[in-house]
């Protein structure tokens, strides 16, 4: 894991009716937060977000809209560009190109999944309000590398789909109101970012490659089926034979040209007319 930056990372991700609980849990962050915040909210692919001036009325921290190759500082909240994925690499933010991951870019898990591989146990993911499941392969990772996992009450939620797969899918170190998850995670920034952390699991070595596919790597997609059996599916954006990736009760899916689906996103696809697909 070298190349981490100075200060633990809090990666944060949502869809529909994450805007309303990201204000909520910002609203909690004090200003000598000991992480950095990174934030991923689906956005149309087209036009510019408002997200780093919304939040930026609610929290005395800083709010900015991520940059490439910038280093993030500890106390600082970045937020994602459209159709744009945002990683940590080498210790820097990356803004990638990459393949899309169930049709959307930003994705939630693309965060969640670098800062797993680059941090380990110095990383923490909160999955909050939205639809479907983008988030929970990525807090899979998390937990996978010894970082920490918490999710917004389903109850609170405006929608209650990304918590509640995330919740049925991985070991979660809490589940909470977002501002009982700000407690939290302030509280393990300040334990983390001091000396005499445990030392960070093996990097799991899918998980390093699909973070170099999302980094735009276009040749590390073609080791996919050392790490991967083929699935009886063809990817829906490009007719390539899909692999089936299990971890734990997680099932998803990723083709040769790095395109990458969860179960539920697949079968969505399936459902409205794509059974034309199967492959052969």
């Known amino acids: 894991m070298s190349g981490s930056p100075a ?4 990666a944060v991700g949502g869809s529909a009716g994450g805007v309303e609980a990201l204000r909520g849990f ?32 609610v929290t005395r921290l800083p709010v900015t809209i991520g940059i490439d190759g910038e280093h993030p500082l500890a106390g600082h909240i970045y937020v994602s560009t459209p159709d744009w994925h945002m990683i940590l690499n080498d210790g820097v933010l990356r803004l990638t190109s990459g393949p899309p991951e ?15 591989v680059a941090l380990g146990p110095r990383a923490a993911g ?5 639809m479907l ?9 998390i937990k996978e590398h010894g970082g920490m996992a918490f999710v917004q009450d389903p109850g609170e939620a405006m929608h209650a789909s990304m918590p509640t797969s995330a919740i049925q899918h991985v070991q979660v170190d809490g589940v909470h109101p ?7 995670v302030i509280a393990w920034a300040a334990r983390v970012s001091g000396p005499g952390v445990p030392p960070g699991r093996p990097v799991q070595p899918l998980h390093r490659l699909e973070t170099e596919i999302a980094g735009g790597r276009s040749t590390a997609a073609r080791q996919l ?27 998803r899916f990723r083709c040769h040209n790095g395109h990458a689906y969860s179960r539920a996103v697949l079968l969505q696809h399936l ?7 199967w492959a052969t």
């Open 178 to 184: 977002v501002h009982v998850i700000a407690e939290r």
């Open 225 to 251: 089926f050392e790490l991967a059996a083929p699935s009886p599916f063809t990817c829906p954006e490009c007719q390539g034979v899909l692999a089936e990736i299990r971890e734990g009760s997680i099932i």
């Open 26 to 57: 910002a609203a909690c962050l004090p200003v000598d937060l000991a992480a950095a915040v990174l934030v991923v909210v689906h956005h149309p692919a087209t036009g510019r977000s408002q997200l780093d001036q919304v939040l930026q009325t």
């Open 7 to 10: 200060c633990p990372i809090i």
């Open 133 to 141: 499941d983008d988030g929970t392969a990525g807090l899979w990772a």
């Open 102 to 116: 169930c049709h959307v870019r930003p994705a939630v898990d693309v965060l969640f999944r670098s800062v797993a």
């Open 271 to 277: 459902d409205d007319g794509g059974r034309a697909s």
């Open 126 to 130: 909160i999955v909050l309000s939205g």
